[in-house]
């Protein structure tokens, strides 16, 4: 079974054609730029372009950065605020004439580790972090998704966590990867402290860096780095697409 898959971030929205069954990309994926608006339209209008890329006309499944519940999304902490309360399923079915599902996108990339990375045959708590601008958060529970948990949102000392501890926070302040990692590590502790997982997957741009920071790190938990890179929003939105539509979520 084919979807086609699609991760919007705030640079880019990059899709492929993804067989879901095996979890792998059928062609090489393509990125266009993010409108620099970041307007519901015109994101709409870059989904449809990336349709018209590979000539598409079956199922679409898209990893949005906002909590996304019936298809609306919730909130809009790094994209434009007008997102919120728009209705993403709708929008994005119209404007590319293909049924399309919406996903948070720390979400579609939990769903893809958990399937076929780091999370295979994991039972128990996981929690899949993403860590890029912002801080993206994805639970599971022996495999399920709880959906839309906004994590990267808790307080650490008084400020929003993605403010402290995001991949964007590091680049801003210059930090190295050892007081970053330190910063990091605060973060998974009050998550452990909260919700004592039984994993941390770590995915985003720092999977790749993991060891600059592996030993900063003190959790009682497993901590393993994501093993999907780039791939896993768009495999993971094009899976949760795939079983939207066959009801299985
Ligand atoms: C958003 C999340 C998103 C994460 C990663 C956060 O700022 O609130 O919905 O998953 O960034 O993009």
Redesign the pocket.
Known sequence: MQVLGEDIGGSGVKGAPVDVKKGDLLAKRFRIPTPRSGKPQAIAETVAELVDQFKWNGLVGCGF???IQGGVAL?A??VDKSWIGTDAVRLFSQTTNCKTYVV???DAAGVAEMRFGAGRKAKGVVLMI?V?????TALFTDGALVPNC?L??ILLRGKDA?LYASDAARQRKNLSWKAWGKRFNEYLSRLEALLWPDMFIIGGGASKKFSNFADQLSVKAKVVPAQMLNEAGIIGAAIFAYEKSRGKK
């Open positions: 950065p906002a909590a909130t902490a790094n948070n996108d720390a993403t890029g601008t912002g801080l993206g906004e990267g949102h993605e």
